[in-house]
């Protein structure tokens, strides 16, 4: 089975400065790693993926996130935050490589950034 | 691009009464349909897997007789709370995918249900 860890709660950034939102997994297989964000009230929006290929991937709104085999993590990371980046984020994994194979999110981590 | 539309966006029920949130792709036809419900501080937790046209598997720990879900349609999935109570109350979000290589999930925007 699957899972995701999500280790912060809460993460608070200076706007201007960068961010990181840290996620670990655990599956049997190849990683099928995602990340997406809430906004209250909201459904969750996509901002990238990593299916195969380069370790750094590029997403929405200038995210990105770096894909570590050795350290099973996906951490998401912004050169530069923005207040208008807070949000809810969520890691999330998937054991099979189709997208209706089961999508199992982590715990989810609130970004705050102030002006 | 994909889009999955849920209704109703927010609903107010007294205990005891029965509840249906539908979920439709309004421009893909979605094989799978995931039922989601995220409790309050954040955790969104996985609830049953919807094939069109079988029986949805449910999550360990998830009451099958409680929340009955339906997706008797390539485009519509339903998710009906039954006898709802008050910890019931949470928010609840259906995705929708295809086979179809390793397409991104698309999420509805969610339905709020409050039982009174």
């Known amino acids: 089975a699957q899972s995701v860890a999500q280790p912060e709660d809460q993460v608070n950034v200076a706007e201007g400065n960068p961010l990181t939102v840290k996620c670990t997994y655990s599956v049997s297989g190849n990683p099928y790693l995602f990340w997406y964000v809430q906004y209250p009230n909201r459904g969750l929006q996509f901002l990238l993926k990593?299916?195969?290929?380069?370790?750094l991937v590029k997403g929405s709104y200038g995210f990105e996130a770096e894909f570590n085999k050795s350290q099973t993590s996906f951490h998401l990371k912004k050169p530069s935050a923005l207040v208008s980046d807070s949000a809810l984020y969520f890691c999330a994994v998937r054991g099979g490589y189709y997208n209706t194979d089961k999508l199992i999110f982590g715990t989810g981590t609130r970004l705050q950034v102030f002006p | 691009g994909a889009v999955v539309s849920q209704h109703p966006s927010r609903v107010i029920c007294k205990s005891g009464t029965s509840v249906k949130i539908e979920c439709r792709s309004l421009?893909?036809?979605?094989?799978?349909m995931f039922w989601y419900r995220q409790f309050p501080k954040q955790s969104l937790m996985l609830m049953a897997t919807?094939?069109?046209?079988?029986?949805?598997?449910?999550e360990q720990g998830v009451e099958k007789d409680k929340f009955l879900i339906n997706h008797a349609s390539l485009t519509l999935s339903t998710l009906t709370v039954t006898s709802a109570h008050p910890e019931d109350s949470s928010f609840y979000i259906c995705?929708?995918?295809?086979?179809?290589?390793?397409?991104?999930?698309?999420f509805g925007a969610g339905s709020r249900l409050t039982v009174l």
């Open positions: 421009d893909f036809q979605a094989t799978t």
């Open positions: 990593y299916i195969t290929g380069d370790n």
């Open positions: 919807s094939n069109e046209g079988s029986k949805a598997t449910y």
């Open positions: 995705s929708a995918g295809t086979v179809s290589g390793a397409n991104v999930l698309t």
